[in-house]
């Protein structure tokens, strides 16, 4: 199994940027697809982005696209997902997660989650 770790997360304002990063550990990171999804309060986890194991492909919420870039460093098991243009609506806990499958947008398709950074943006 992968233990992941998001790091990265604080309080920014609307319109700043941030880079949130997942650190893997245990089993070889470039065997899994990687994703991001967050979570605000009341809210069900929502999908973010997402990105094959070469890194090749990628798949983002049409909210973040343009907006956030997901990315990975498999030499380094470490993945990020850079934000700028943030908004309030931005606000959630943010979580890396690893598939066996290929990236998917629905979070029941992981296998893998860390424990979640948090992302607060003010007006």
């Known amino acids: 199994q992968v233990q992941l770790v998001e790091s990265g997360g604080r309080l920014v304002q609307a319109g700043g940027s941030l880079r949130l990063s997942c650190t893997a550990s245990?089993?070889?990171?470039?065997?899994?697809?990687m994703g991001w999804f967050r979570q605000a309060p009341g809210k069900e986890r929502e999908f973010v982005a997402a990105m094959t194991w070469s890194g090749g492909n990628t798949v983002y919420a049409d909210s973040m696209k343009g907006r956030f870039t997901i990315s990975r460093d498999n030499a380094k098991n470490t993945g990020a997902l850079q934000m700028n243009s943030l908004k309030p609506e931005d606000t959630a806990v943010y979580y890396c997660?690893?598939?066996?499958?290929?990236?998917?947008?629905?979070?029941?398709?992981?296998?893998?989650w860390g424990q979640g950074t948090q992302v607060t943006v003010s007006s």
């Open positions: 245990g089993r070889t990171f470039s065997d899994y697809a």
């Open positions: 997660a690893a598939a066996i499958s290929n990236p998917s947008r629905s979070w029941s398709d992981y296998n893998y």
